[in-house]
Every structure is written in structure tokens, then in C-alpha cells.
């Protein structure tokens, strides 16, 4: 079993870059798959990005690709997201996902991530 505490959201205007963190503790961290994801207000979950245990390769989104990075430092117990050019529809409570499996093609469902946390506010103004 892992826990995971997110941090790093905050209010910030449209081009402007935040990074989250995920601090996991409880179990071992390098044998799970990761995942951000992320929920506006009367909108669904949905995926954003993952990053896997084994080989570290990660899968993004449409709506995010080239302007957010997910990365892990396994040493730390620790997965980031790099948000660049922010946009206002970012604007979403983003939680982190793990997951004591490899997974492949259904990385993207939040019902394959058995342990998440609280969630930290993006806020992106226009």
C-alpha cells in the first residue's frame, strides 16, 4: 500500500509554468505505475499524464502533449509534473494515481490506479 500527498498547485495567469509533486511513501515506490490526473468542476476525471515502472515510459494526453512532462525520482519517492504554457481550460483539481501494476493499454482509466491523493487546485487566469 502507498500513500501520496500532492503539492505544488496555485493560482497563476495563462503562459505561465507550474510544476506539481507527488510524494509517495508506504510501499515501493519504484515497482508502481504513476499517473496525474485531473477534475474541473461538473466534469468527469480525466487522464493526463502516466509514467510507468518499468522502462519509465510515459503517455500523455492529447491536450497536454508537448507543454506537460511527467517524471519520477525514484530515489526520492517522488513523481513531477511540469506544466508549461498554461491555458485556463487547465484549470482543475489534479491528483495523483498509483498503481501496483504494469500497465499498458488502459493506463489512461482512473478505475486501473488503485491508490490516490487529495488533490491540489490549478487555478489559470486569462
Known amino acids: 500500500q502507498v500513500q501520496l500527498v500532492e503539492s505544488g498547485g496555485g493560482l497563476v495567469q495563462a503562459g505561465d509554468s507550474l510544476r506539481l509533486s507527488c510524494a509517495a511513501s508506504g510501499d515501493t515506490f519504484r515497482s508502481y505505475t504513476m499517473g496525474w490526473f485531473r477534475q474541473a468542476p461538473g466534469k468527469e476525471r480525466e487522464f493526463v499524464a502516466a509514467?510507468?515502472?518499468?522502462?519509465?515510459?510515459?503517455e500523455y494526453s492529447e491536450s497536454v502533449r508537448g507543454r506537460f512532462f511527467i517524471s519520477r525520482d525514484n530515489a526520492k519517492n517522488t513523481v513531477y509534473l511540469q506544466m508549461n504554457s498554461l491555458k485556463p481550460e487547465d484549470t482543475a483539481v489534479y491528483y495523483c494515481a498509483a498503481e501496483n501494476r504494469f500497465l499498458y493499454g488502459t493506463i489512461w482509466r482512473p478505475h486501473e490506479y488503485a491508490y490516490w491523493g487529495q488533490g491540489t487546485q490549478v487555478t489559470v487566469s486569462s
Open positions: 509514467v510507468r515502472w518499468s522502462g519509465g515510459s510515459t
